[in-house]
């Protein structure tokens, strides 16, 4: 009720004498909270920026946002399910786990289900339905938040356009890959000025899967996807100002027919896409909606105002496997699948059950699949003042922003119990629902920030200041409490106070030549679930150098980041064994690392009349313990100083060439990624710790029937490279095979 208040008085305002008529206006940006924009140039920022425009993005036409990162230097990731629909991203070395460790955003909107209390993104915006996508890791993160450490990523949605147009994209192919994306809408004028408009958009997606369940050989391992958004749009001037709002509102639903249940080696090695048949009712439900109400007012003295009213909704209830207890007699006796796969020959009986062989009937309650089930809110309001200033010789673009935030978690869990019986799994009881979990974690969050960029000469300066001030909740109920009585109830509170400074240099030493460096304050809020744990906190270093011509340019960026308290985050994803929510603290972190990336032209040099691009992306990345310690944590465990951090590989290279004659055109992309180690460890990675290095190539091509149709091609694998992703939650886990996928873009 406060922030809905404070909405409303903010928006007030900002709007008062709004209504008056006036001259027609201009079409307005509605980004809000953009370092970049979708118009913008990375190469203005001083410090490390990318920006992957709807051009980039139409190249191969990803759904799966890892594979479109993969160009950006710095980005780190892990594959999981094949298309990228719970993806693990991490930034110079923070850790991958649900990209809980850099700041998520859709249009300049925190869009994690829970920002602050519960970042782990079970849900990430569907890129298939992206204009644009934004990344930030330097210094300029400090207007963003709250995880500063690592960097930023600001997808954008399809804007409005500025006259009424539109587009749809149908794609089929291999694993039944059926793909539909349209939009349509535009702006018109009405009398007095005043121009109104909006967009209605569908992205449909899904798949049967490249897995094949024991005994289910046509069942689906694949997904279904459902999105919506629909965007309200009015424009009109008064008095010298522009205004602008803009109502958006957002629903999607998704089925998952997806497993933690991997392999064990043998297994992998005879067929990596085998699933056991104790994986067989494992599937994900979800439903994400966001409604969302933007302004921004432009004055005739370069004043700018803006603000966003936003809430989210996210549930889901992902039902999986979890233990196996062979006798059926309870918790005692059971392992987890975790740990079953990570030892198979200790656990032979309870192997066997997963199996569902033939003739195979397994006591009851031998399997336990629990729903594991959560809803997130979250709600909010953004405002942002800028505008620009001479002091003697010095040009200041200034802005200060304000957000106030709260969100929560709401964890309501239980499990049904299945014996095994000739592979069909048969239900032989069913827990009380809250049984296994039953708690909510919330948080509310005041942030402000204040940034300049000064420019003076062929300098450019960039201070910034960001406060955060966080309340973290956790309200258990207890086990044996499912209509939350308040009979067993724990409360757990903390609060956190943040300054977070950054500066941001560059200097041009002329149109073709800049170099520029930045420090900033790393820091990411604990866990609700404590009274006294420490927020991640770290000092980000980065200093790097741009070159470009017409037709070519390089940038290499040297980072470092020193971590006094790297946070580990207990989730099923990272292998359980732990309470789910709790906090572990890893201690101070060194992470070094190098970015080069490169684009080209290659056609005045070959003399041809056709554009001939080329791009490449390599980064190197040590991150270090620089303390020994004994965790609960399954991917630290035992650690002694000098170990790296896990599931950061060394280095990781992307390049691609393509060719654009006008009529036909196309891409061929390569990605190398380094071997991982999957624990904390040094020196050679153990065969039992190890992701092998490898290699994947995707092919592009399309043509041009006529302005309006093109043809498409796209190849996914198009070796066919059989690897592997991870091993944990439990066991091995392939990346996704060669697919052919035929497309259709017609645009009006």
């Not at 799994?425 to 974690?441: A, F, K, L, W």
């Not at 200097?507 to 520029?516: A, G, H, I, M, R």
Request: net charge negative; with cysteine; charged share 20%.
């Amino acid at each position: 009720m406060r922030i809905a208040l404070l909405s409303a008085t903010a928006l007030a305002a900002v709007t008062t004498s709004a209504w008056a008529q006036a001259p027609a206006s201009s079409n307005i940006h509605a980004e809000v909270i953009s370092v970049i924009g979708l118009g913008g140039d990375p190469n203005s920022i001083p410090g490390s920026a990318d920006l992957l425009d709807a051009e980039d993005l139409a190249v191969h036409d990803y759904a799966d946002i890892t594979r479109l990162l993969r160009t950006v230097a710095g980005v780190n990731f892990q594959e999981e399910d094949g298309y990228g629909l719970r993806p693990n991203i991490g930034m110079r070395g923070t850790g991958l786990d649900r990209s809980d460790k850099i700041t998520l955003m859709e249009d300049g909107v925190l869009i994690a289900p829970a920002p602050y209390s519960a970042p782990a993104a079970y849900y990430f915006p569907h890129a298939g339905r992206m204009a644009g996508v934004e990344v930030i890791k330097g210094a300029a993160g400090v207007r963003y938040g709250p995880r500063t450490q690592g960097g930023s990523l600001n997808l954008f949605s399809t804007p409005v356009p500025d006259a009424f147009s539109g587009a749809l994209d149908l794609w089929a192919g291999d694993e039944g890959i059926r793909r539909a994306h349209g939009f349509a809408g535009g702006m018109t004028e009405l009398d007095d000025g005043v121009r109104i408009g909006g967009l209605l958009e569908a992205y449909l997606d899904s798949a049967d899967g490249f897995k094949t369940i024991d005994g289910f050989e046509s069942g689906s391992t694949g997904y279904e996807i459902e999105d919506y958004v629909g965007k309200l749009r009015l424009e009109f001037s008064t008095g010298g100002i522009d205004h602008m709002f803009e109502l958006k509102g957002q629903a999607s639903d998704e089925v998952s027919d997806e497993t933690y249940l991997g392999l064990t080696e043998a297994d992998f090695a005879a067929d990596p896409f085998r699933r056991y048949a104790g994986s067989q009712l494992d599937q994900m439900n979800a439903d994400h909606s966001e409604l969302s109400l933007r302004y921004r007012a432009d004055f005739s003295n370069g004043l700018e105002v803006s603000a966003v009213v936003y809430s989210t909704h996210f549930g889901r209830d992902w039902f999986k496997l979890d233990n196996i207890d062979p006798d059926g007699a309870g918790a005692a006796g059971s392992v987890s699948i975790s740990a079953l796969l990570a030892d198979p020959a200790a656990h032979s009986d309870s192997l066997d059950i997963i199996f569902g062989g033939a003739g195979l009937v397994s006591a009851d309650n031998a399997l336990t699949v629990k729903h594991n089930n959560r809803d997130y809110s979250a709600e909010g309001i953004q405002l942002e003042l800028a505008g620009d200033l001479t002091l003697g010789r010095t040009d200041h673009a200034w802005r200060v922003g304000v957000r106030a935030h709260r969100d929560d978690m709401d964890r309501f869990q239980w499990v049904e119990r299945f014996r095994m019986d000739d592979g069909v799994m048969v239900q032989t009881s069913v827990d009380v629902p809250g049984s296994d979990s039953n708690r909510i974690e919330s948080a509310e969050a005041t942030a402000f920030f204040i940034q300049d960029e000064i420019s003076f000469g062929n300098w450019m300066l960039t201070p910034g200041l960001r406060y955060e001030r966080v309340e973290l909740r956790r309200e258990d109920f207890g086990k044996t409490d499912p209509d939350r009585t308040g009979a067993n109830l724990t409360v757990r509170t903390n609060t956190v106070d943040a300054l977070i400074p950054g500066l941001g240099v560059r200097y041009d030493f002329n149109e073709s030549l800049s170099v520029f460096g930045g420090v900033h304050r790393g820091f990411a809020p604990p866990a609700p679930g404590t009274t006294n744990q420490e927020p991640e906190d770290a000092r980000n270093w980065e200093i790097g150098a741009r070159y470009g011509r017409e037709n070519w340019q390089v940038e290499a960026v040297g980072f470092f980041n020193a971590y006094d308290n790297l946070i580990g985050s207990c989730t099923n994803s990272t292998g359980g064994g732990c309470t789910i929510g709790d906090q572990f603290d890893g201690g101070e972190v060194d992470v070094r690392g190098l970015e080069l990336t490169g684009r080209a032209d290659l056609a005045p040099l070959l003399g041809l009349g056709i554009s001939v691009p080329v791009r490449a992306a390599y980064t190197w990345t040590e991150a270090e313990f620089q303390t020994g310690f004994s965790s609960d944590y399954e991917p630290w465990g035992v650690v002694v100083s000098g170990d790296l951090v896990p599931y950061i590989p060394e280095q990781q290279f992307f390049a691609a060439i393509g060719i654009d004659a006008g009529r036909f055109g196309g891409e061929l992309a390569m990605s190398w990624v380094d071997e991982v180690r999957t624990t904390a460890g040094q020196g050679a990675i153990a065969a039992t710790d190890r992701i092998e290095a490898h290699t994947v190539a995707d092919l592009s091509a399309w043509y041009a029937v006529s302005e309006q149709v093109r043809a498409r091609l796209s190849v996914r694998n198009l070796t066919d490279e059989v690897y592997a992703v991870a091993r944990q939650p439990a066991g091995l886990r392939p990346g996704a095979p060669r697919a052919v996928l035929l497309g259709l873009s017609v645009s009006f």
